[in-house]
């Protein structure tokens, strides 16, 4: 009897959403990582096509996320500072930790942002600013809880 043999074929290319999808990240987050150099886009008429390779290479490059167990009693963390540094990766939560932390004070969320920018890791200051600017039009804003 004959055997049926399925190749799989990878696409070259795929559209931002696709992209997305395949990352499990926003149209948004794809284009920042175009503008950074990270992913290879071209264009075709009006559209925009991601380079498949790029967006694997880019995937296989994560790091490995690694789950521990909470430490009982573990000491808490000593400002609003420490807390937001380590508790927020979306402009929505920077929004409801700066409106939480500096309400209405403009010149309290500048200096915030201004800390939270000079004390950031190498390379994560792009990132901070760019939540920065999008955790500003959201400030204030109501949200749903999640």
């Given at each position: 009897?004959?055997?049926?043999?399925?190749?799989?074929?990878?696409?070259?290319?795929?559209?931002?959403?696709?992209?997305?999808?395949?990352?499990?990240v926003t149209k948004r987050q794809i284009y920042f990582?175009i503008a950074d150099g990270v992913l290879i886009a071209?264009?075709?008429?009006?559209?925009?096509?991601?380079?498949?390779?790029?967006?694997?290479?880019?995937?296989?490059?994560?790091?490995?996320?690694?789950?521990?167990?909470?430490?009982?009693?573990?000491?808490?963390?000593?400002?609003?500072?420490?807390?937001?540094?380590?508790?927020?990766?979306?402009?929505?939560?920077?929004?409801?930790?700066?409106?939480?932390?500096?309400?209405?004070?403009?010149?309290?969320?500048?200096?915030?942002?201004?800390?939270?920018?000079?004390?950031?890791?190498?390379?994560?200051?792009?990132?901070?600013?760019?939540?920065?600017?999008?955790?500003?039009?959201?400030?204030?804003?109501?949200?749903t809880m999640h």
């Open positions: 009897m004959p055997m049926l043999e399925v190749k799989t074929i990878e696409p070259a290319a795929l559209s931002p959403e696709g992209a997305g999808s395949y990352l499990s990582l071209k264009r075709s008429g009006a559209r925009t096509l991601v380079d498949f390779q790029s967006v694997k290479k880019y995937y296989e490059g994560l790091p490995f996320k690694t789950v521990s167990a909470s430490i009982p009693n573990a000491p808490q963390c000593a400002s609003w500072m420490d807390w937001g540094l380590h508790h927020w990766d979306r402009a929505s939560d920077l929004a409801r930790w700066l409106d939480m932390a500096a309400g209405s004070d403009e010149v309290a969320v500048g200096r915030i942002l201004g800390a939270l920018i000079r004390d950031a890791p190498p390379g994560a200051e792009r990132i901070i600013q760019r939540l920065a600017m999008d955790a500003d039009s959201l400030r204030g804003a109501p949200r």
